[in-house]
């Protein structure tokens, strides 16, 4: 095989460029000092040709070099053109002649006005596009449900089992531990600040509210959706890269009823059952600071619970919990079927999962509580 060359014929202002031997890899060096000396050399001819019918052979490299020549020589001012291009090398040579092509960003400052309003725009269009997401999967969830009560054998009872045990038993330590020191910090602090009162039995009033019908709820629901929401998230977003649930469409399964609607019972049965527990181990973590830091006697601090709430007060929070369970099953689904094939939209996606189903807790939360207002509870 001949050594690579390039040689030139000149004509007035049009040259003829003559490309021959193996324009490889291996040929690094010399190629590089040839196209530089003879872009150098005729930067001022009007019209170039490069001949190529002599070529033996041709990688991506010598390709480049010549698409780089033709570059070169274009920016200079001169008509460069490849020709006698056997068919072999055709594809790769247009391939990389493709390489490279977005003209460069000119200096002329962005508009910060107009890129803080494209982000806004960007941004809303995502939420719109998540809330369209949510909305196909509670109706597809809904017919799945429809389809389990029609025929209670499709409903996967092993399944359900495995994921209330995961979301609930497992969960319980650290929802216990978490709601008791969150019960025992707002003990703290009304006693501190309503010492300077006298009203030091009034904490009680305060604690036993907040915990019952808004803090023992929503503290559940983060731990739940960074714990639970999170794995759900991560799973079927592991699935999804693997081409498992595609394998399911395949096999005739439907992965909503399959893989969804088991997690989504899961969490609507365990939710409501940790947030009773930890509003209990709240106001258990305030009962004990009272009385040891407070100097309140446990049975006024039970006297004084018994005139602090009614029953309502345990049903607002216990209403509340079976609709920011089925929100964060909704949202750590969705999100998870929205992986593509990288590890970093997995990442990604979890993330959003967890941000997006806290958000919507809180704004859930905040609807029940003016819905309870407006009907006096």
Known sequence: ???????????????????????????????????????????GAR????????????????????ERLQRALTARGSTARLVGLSDTDRGLIEEVGRVNRTPPKDGVAENQILVA???????????GRSLILLAQLFGALTAAVLRTIAHPTRLRLA???????RVGWRALPIILLSTFVIGAILAQQGIFRFRAFGADVYVVDMVSVLVLREVGVLIVCVMVAGRSGSAYTAE???????????????????????????????????????????????????GLV???????APSIFLERLREAIWLPTFEVGLIKAPFMALTIGLVACAEGFEVDGSAASLGFRTTA????????????????????ASIGM
């Open 1 to 43: 095989m001949s050594p690579a060359a390039l040689t030139a014929t000149s004509d007035g202002e049009r040259v003829a460029l003559a490309a021959a031997g193996a324009w490889t890899a291996q040929a690094a060096s010399e190629l590089e000092s040839i196209v530089e000396d003879t872009a150098r050399q005729y930067e």
């Open 47 to 66: 019209e170039v040709d490069i001949d190529l019918a002599k070529l033996e052979r041709l990688d991506t490299f010598g390709a480049w070099l010549l």
């Open 236 to 286: 079927l977003g592991a699935m999804k890269m693997r081409e498992e649930i595609d394998a399911l469409r395949t096999m005739g399964l439907d992965p909503i009823e399959t893989l969804v609607l088991p997690r989504i019972i899961a969490l609507v049965i365990a939710v409501p059952l940790l947030t009773f527990l930890g509003s209990m181990a709240a106001l258990y973590g305030a």
């Open 117 to 127: 309003l494209d982000a806004v725009g960007r941004a809303m269009a995502e939420i």
């Open 353 to 372: 999962s967890v941000v997006k189903s806290i958000f919507l807790v809180i704004a859930l939360d905040g609807v029940f509580a003016m819905f309870f």
């Open 159 to 165: 399944s359900t089992v495995h994921h209330l045990e």
């Open 290 to 296: 009272c009385w040891l830091y407070g100097g309140m």
